[in-house]
């Protein structure tokens, strides 16, 4: 696979005169307890794939390219946040993300000659491929970008929107939001500040996010913790990213809707009382894939976890469309892999994640803080570590600029952990994709208890 970096464009906010950009002040978002823990992570990042065939060069640079352009910048009015910076001034007691009039977001264009419908599958690719598709996010010591995106043609056959997010600027809930507000933006070729939806229109009202029991430095510490004999403290660069080898590969494991029901009824012959949504079903069938696949001793320590909405789980809630960080991890650790890989280890899995997920609107989240907190040691200790980004509710396939939705949606950095991705299956309501990235051999393993499980 040739990757041809064309151009690195920055695109500035297209802001209102009355913006506080045109100002001499600087707009200033103080990170929360929300954001904190995501501060020194690798980025977030996702490949859009378009599939379209008139994607001829003069075509692509004279239309679409040009579309996205303007679009993104006129949609970075409502979404400012984004063409700025994390920073950590010595006189403030957290971060916060800066936003100055000369900030911009840096858009990567490139061409690709690789097999458009490979890179777009549900097969296993290497994921060293997809990587090509992503665009660098500057981080150093005293400075770490929020966004940036790529946009690579493939001729004749379509093109992708590659995007890396800083986690501590927005979790996957916003960031869902700002592609849906981009595509949206570029689809009806709006010039009006005010013309976005509501439920695209994101709040930056953090007052109803109050520390009240220290919080914000009981997780500073933590994140600082992490990071061992650091003699800036106040460093953002982020933790080592995990070195690959060319035999990782990501791959999308698919649930229709029959197979959802077909597990929810196999679990309630069991146990009748549990909470079965599909992301508790989703996600306890492929942890319990994934541990069988792994094998070893059933005796050895394996933990896993998820990142729960806390939006309108506050009181009092927040706005649906609140911009940032809403959500926190939690899990279950240092269990033995033979609970889940017995007769009975889907149903032990579902049990646990209900157990999580109703445990979220009555547990106090200084309760979940400790948990997290304690959590670090068990990874430690962990044979596997299990976590997992999305959710089949974000809408990931809705993001259409106009020339139609998305063929495929990868969460790419899941490669940075033993982490799967989530999300609605695009074709069916009901069905479930589920990302992986692991080496290959393993994945072949993972995918043989997978496809086996649902034909039993």
Same mark, same amino acid.
């Given at each position: ?5 064309? =151009? ?10 009355? @913006? ?12 929360? *307890?929300? =954001? ?78 690789? =097999? ?156 009748? @009382? ?22 070893? @001793? ?43 890989? %017995? %007769? ?16 979220? @609107? ?15 040691? *068990? ?5 596997? *570590? ?71």
């Amino acid at each position: 696979m040739t990757i041809h970096i064309i =151009d690195i464009a920055r695109v500035i906010p297209a802001v209102d005169s009355d @913006s506080v950009l045109n100002s001499a002040n600087f707009f200033t978002i103080p990170l929360t *307890f929300f =954001d904190l823990p995501w501060l020194l992570f690798q980025p977030v990042k996702r490949v859009f794939f378009y599939r379209l065939t008139e994607s001829k060069h003069d075509h692509f640079h004279s239309i679409i390219l040009p579309k996205l352009k303007h679009s993104f910048s006129l949609v970075l009015r409502n979404y400012l946040p984004l063409s700025g910076r994390i920073t950590w001034d010595t006189n403030e007691l957290k971060p916060s993300i800066v936003v100055s009039p000369n900030d911009a977001v840096l858009m990567t264009v490139a061409e690709s000659d690789a =097999d458009f419908s490979h890179l777009s599958g549900y097969t296993q690719r290497p994921v060293s491929e997809l990587h090509n598709l992503l665009p660098k996010l500057p981080v150093s010591d005293g400075s770490a970008t929020a966004f940036s995106t790529q946009i690579t043609l493939f001729p004749n056959q379509g093109f992708t929107i590659g995007v890396a997010g800083h986690h501590a600027v927005m979790d996957g809930k916003t960031s869902s939001m700002f592609i849906k507000a981009w595509a949206h933006t570029c689809k009806h070729q709006l010039e009006n500040i005010a013309s976005l939806p509501d439920i695209l229109t994101p709040s930056y009202d953090r007052s109803l996010i109050k520390d009240l029991t220290g919080l914000n430095e009981k997780i500073i510490q933590m994140v600082r913790s992490l990071k061992g004999n650091e003699t800036n403290i106040r460093s953002l660069t982020p933790f080592p990213a995990r070195k690959l080898g060319d035999d990782v590969v990501l791959t999308t494991l698919v649930l229709s809707c029959d197979d959802i029901k077909k597990l929810r009824e196999q679990i309630k012959n069991v146990s009748p @009382s549990l909470h079965l949504s599909t992301f508790v079903i989703a996600y306890a069938y492929a942890w319990t894939c994934f541990v069988k696949a792994r094998g070893g @001793s059933g005796e050895r320590s394996v933990s896993f976890l998820f990142v729960g909405d806390f939006r309108e789980r506050l009181d009092p809630k927040l706005p649906t469309t609140y911009f940032g960080n809403c959500m926190f991890p939690v899990g279950c650790y240092n269990r033995k892999a033979v609970e889940f890989t %017995e %007769e009975k280890g889907l149903v032990t899995a579902v049990e646990i994640l209900s157990d999580l997920v109703k445990g979220l @609107s009555s547990r106090k989240i200084e309760e979940i803080v400790k948990e997290l907190a304690d959590s670090f040691d *068990f990874q430690k200790g962990s044979t596997q *570590f299990g976590t997992i980004a999305g959710s089949t509710r974000l809408g990931i396939y809705e993001s259409d600029f106009g020339w139609g939705r998305p063929v495929k949606v990868d969460v790419v950095s899941i490669d940075q952990g033993e982490a799967f991705s989530m999300a609605e299956r695009r074709d069916e309501s009901g069905g479930v994709e589920i990302g992986m990235c692991l080496k290959k051999t393993e994945m072949d393993n993972v995918m043989a208890f997978f496809n086996n499980g649902l034909q039993s």
